[in-house]
């Protein structure tokens, strides 16, 4: 070997030894840095931890029978940056429970908080974690029970009279117009499993399990379909307004029997069933009509907390009790809900 080679490889073996020697102070500095840094505001910056010292709290609501909380605490404990974390489950009963929730601004469960940030999770989860004021982190999983509402009895949510007043005068029910129950669908027309709901027999099933003791409505909430649904939706909220239920209801199922919801087919299918095309168009052209859907919308969307479609509200109207069925789901859930309300 030269001489020149001998320093080129010398110097090049020194070059490795001082970026080994950093890469330690790096790795070094970044644990302390990340350790010291876990609490209110950092958790863009903490990502370091075996998972040894972390605390997971996991808040439930024993009334609420479909939080799926005990899936929920089975996954976490399958994730392996977690494997050795400390699992902790609470209730909204236990005492000091609400308080915590009330200091840190948590309103739904289940609630699964961590005592940390510094997680070793190659950025998997710390994105969704939020800071709370107590130098804690709650996950977002997408939690809707909300343990502060009224309830009643039999852990069924309890409208506000006033707004199950206004529900009863500005809804267009069909069937069994002094039922005891009401079941408010909110729909788009464009929504594959809102037409699921209507295609499968459900509604029928339903209602003649209990033709006595139910009526029905479908009303409007535009979701991710586009602008057709959200001309559709005003469009028939004006057959409803210049003919009356019977029609509203009528065309609605017309829309989704055919899957057809275009402004032209609507007007069209309107003059079939008799109402009045000029008083119809004049309602169409009305800006208040835009207004009064979308306020609906906002409406039901603070009430119920319906975000998707279809969103089902089963009501009893005597009591105020109700419970919310988000999806397309089969006849029985229904029926079972349906129960007991009534029971």
């Given at each position: ?55 997971v709290t996991i808040i439930d609501d024993k009334r609420c029978s479909d939080c799926g909380t005990d899936q929920i605490t089975t996954q976490m404990k399958q994730v392996p940056f977690l494997s050795l974390a400390t699992f902790e489950e609470k209730d909204f009963s236990d005492e000091g429970t609400k308080e915590f929730l009330e200091e840190n601004n948590i309103s739904v469960l289940p609630a699964v908080v961590f005592s940390t940030n510094t997680l070793w999770d190659g950025g998997t989860m710390t994105p969704y974690l939020k800071a709370l004021p107590g130098w804690e982190f709650s ?205």
């Open positions: 070997m030269t001489k020149q080679e001998t320093l080129w490889a010398a110097n090049n073996n020194m070059l490795f030894a001082v970026i080994i020697v950093l890469l330690v102070i790096i790795a070094i500095l970044a644990f302390f840095v990340g350790r010291g840094t876990g609490g209110w505001g950092s958790h863009h910056a903490a990502v370091v931890s075996n998972g040894e010292d972390v605390v996950l977002e999983i997408g939690s809707s029970f909300d343990p502060f509402q009224e309830r009643s009895d039999k852990w069924f949510l309890v409208l506000d009279p006033q707004v199950l007043e206004t529900i009863n005068t500005s809804s267009h029910f069909l069937w069994a117009q002094e039922a005891s129950v009401a079941w408010v669908e909110y729909s788009d027309l464009g929504c594959h499993f809102c037409q699921k709901l209507h295609s499968e027999w459900t509604i029928e099933e339903v209602m003649k399990r209990f033709p006595n003791e139910l009526q029905k409505t479908t009303n409007h909430y535009i979701s991710v379909w586009g602008q057709n649904s959200r001309t559709a939706a005003e469009i028939i909220e004006c057959v409803g307004e210049v003919a009356g239920s019977k029609e509203f209801n009528e065309i609605f199922e017309i829309a989704f029997e055919s899957k057809k919801y275009t402004a032209d087919f609507l007007i069209e299918e309107a003059g079939k069933l008799w109402v009045n095309t000029e008083a119809l168009n004049n309602c169409i052209e009305n800006p208040d009509i835009k207004t009064q859907v979308q306020d609906e919308m906002n409406i039901w969307n603070q009430v119920f907390g319906i975000t998707g479609t279809p969103g089902n509200v089963i009501i009893n109207v005597q009591t105020g009790e109700y419970q919310v069925i988000p999806g397309a789901f089969p006849a029985e859930n229904f029926i079972q809900t349906i129960d007991s309300l009534l029971n």
